[in-house]
C-alpha cells in the first residue's frame, strides 16, 4: 500500500467534489435509486444526454469519476488523467484501482463517496470495495469484499456514540464500522477472516485519514485472546448458508458454521472480551425450529434461542435483543441467493434453492428471524444482571437509523436509574416526558371522552403506548413540578379511586415508559 499514492488520490477525490451530493445531482433522484437497485441505464441515460447537450464543455471530474467506478464504463487514459490530475492513471494501476485494456482504463474496484450523521455531526468519506454485481454484470466471487450495505448502515446508527478507551470491530469487512467506531474511541482493533478484506480496510482508513485503527487477521475472537474492550462492534456473517458442494461460501456473509451457530458463538463469546460496563452490538439472524410434534412445543421460538445462547454466555452479560424482522423460508433462500448474483431464471439458481431448503428441512426451521443483539457486562460482581429484554419492535425498520445509538444509551442509563430504585425512591423521583413524545386522542362523533388514547415516541423506535385515563393523566401532569408520590395522590383525589391501588397500578407503567424513553427524571 503506498500512502503516498493514496494521500494523492484524496487530494484528487476532494478538487474533484466526489460527494454523495454532487453524484446523485448528477442524474437526480430516480437515477439514483435505480442504482442503488444495481440498475445503472437511467444514470447513464443521464449523463449521456448531458454530454450531447454540452459537448463544448469538459466534463466535471464527478461524473468521470462516477461513469468509471459506478456505472463501469472504460474511459480513456486522458479523462481519468484530468479527472485524477495528482495521482494519474499511472498511480492509479498501481494501487491496484483500475487497469488498463485496449487503450482504455476500467475499474478494478468500487469507489464511492459516503455520507453520513452520527452524534457527532455530518461527515463523508469514499470507501473502496470490490465491484458490485451492476459493474460486474454476473455473480460475485466468494472472496467479494462489501462495500457500505445496508446492514452497515444499520449498525453503524445503532452504534452507542459515547465515549470508549478501546473498541473491538470483529468481521470488519470494507472497515466501515472500525470507521465509525474511530470518532468516539481512542483506539480501534479491526479483525477479519480475510487478508483481502483487511488490506481494502486500511486503504479506507489511509484514504480518509483516519488514525488509531490496527488490524488483525484471524477468526472470530482469536485475534484478541485475553484481551478485553470498551465496545465491541460486529456485522458478523450472519447468513445461514448450506454446508455442502456447489453452494458459494461468501466471505463478506457466511461465517462457515451451520444454521445459526456462529451468531450463537459471539454471543456466548463476547462477554469475556468486555470490560465491566462494556457494551457489544452486533446484528444477527436466528432459525425458528419445528418442535417435537407433540402437541407441547409446535416450534422452538427464535428469540427464545438467544435468551439460550446469553444464558450460557461465558461471562453473565445484560441482554437487549430486538427482533426487527421475520423471513419463511423459502424468502430467506431467494433473498441470499439473489444477493450473491444468481437470479430466478439463471443456470443453477433452482439448484441452490434446493440446497437451502433442503438444509433448512434437515433443522426443521420454518423461519428466520433477523434483528440486534447488545450486550453488556455489568459493573457490579458477576451475576448482577438486571437488564434481560427480548422484543419484536417492527418499527426498528430502517436502512439508516440515524439517532437510534443515541438512544439506546439514553435507554441503558434509564434502565439502570430505575432498576435500582425500589417504588419507595421511585415514588421520591420526579419525571418529566421526553420531548419527542406525543399524545393522540381519537373521538366518536359528538363525544366529549376519547375513546382512544395512545402516546407515540417521534425519536428511537418510534414506539406507541396504549393510555388509559390515569396513565394519560399522569404523563401529562410530568412537567417537573410535582414528584411521582404527590401526582398519584392528586390523580387518585381527582378520580376518586384508592390512592394505594392506583399508585400500585401506575408503578409499573411508569418504569416501562422511563426504561423506553417517553418519561427522564427531572
Sequence with gaps: MDAQLIDLLRDDLVAARYRVDVIEGLWGPAAAA????GRTLPARRVLEASRASGAAEPEPAAATLARLFLLGEAL??????????????????????????????????????????DSLGAGSWWIVSDLGEAVLGRALDEDHVLGVGGASLTLSGLMVPTPARTVLDLGTGCGIQAM????HAERVVATDISERALELARFNARLNGIAGIEFRHGSLFEPVAGERFDRIVSNPPFVITPRRDGVPQYEYRDGGLEGDALVARVIRQAGEHLEPGGIAQLLGN???????????????????????????????VDAWVIERERQDAPTYAETWIRDGGTRPGASGFDALYAAWLDDFDARGVHEVGFGYVLLRRPWAQAGDVTLARYERVAEAIGS?????????????????????????????????????????????????????MTLRQGGGFARTVPLGTALAAFVGACDGDLGVRALCAALAEVLEVDEPALTAELLPQVRDLVADGFLRPA
Design 34 to 37: 435505480a442504482l442503488h437497485r
Design 180 to 183: 465509525h467506531a474511530a470518532r
Design 400 to 452: 439508516n437509523p440515524i439517532g437510534l445509538g443515541d438512544h439506546l444509551a439514553a435507554c441503558l442509563e434509564a434502565h439502570d436509574w430505575q432498576a435500582h430504585r425500589g417504588d419507595e425512591a421511585l415514588l421520591a423521583a420526579t419525571l418529566v416526558y421526553a420531548g419527542d413524545v406525543t399524545e393522540e386522542r381519537h373521538y366518536w362523533p359528538g363525544h366529549d371522552d376519547p375513546v382512544v
Design 76 to 117: 480513456e487514459s486522458d479523462a481519468v488523467s484530468r479527472a485524477l490530475p495528482r495521482v494519474g492513471p499511472a498511480g492509479m494501476v498501481e494501487l491496484g484501482l483500475l487497469d488498463s485494456h485496449g487503450g482504455h482504463l476500467h475499474a478494478l474496484l468500487d469507489l464511492r463517496p459516503y455520507s453520513f450523521v
Design 286 to 316: 436466528w432459525e425458528y425450529r419445528a418442535g417435537s410434534g407433540d402437541g407441547d412445543s409446535p416450534t422452538l421460538d427464535g428469540l427464545e434461542r438467544v435468551r439460550s445462547w446469553v444464558a450460557s454466555s461465558a461471562v453473565p
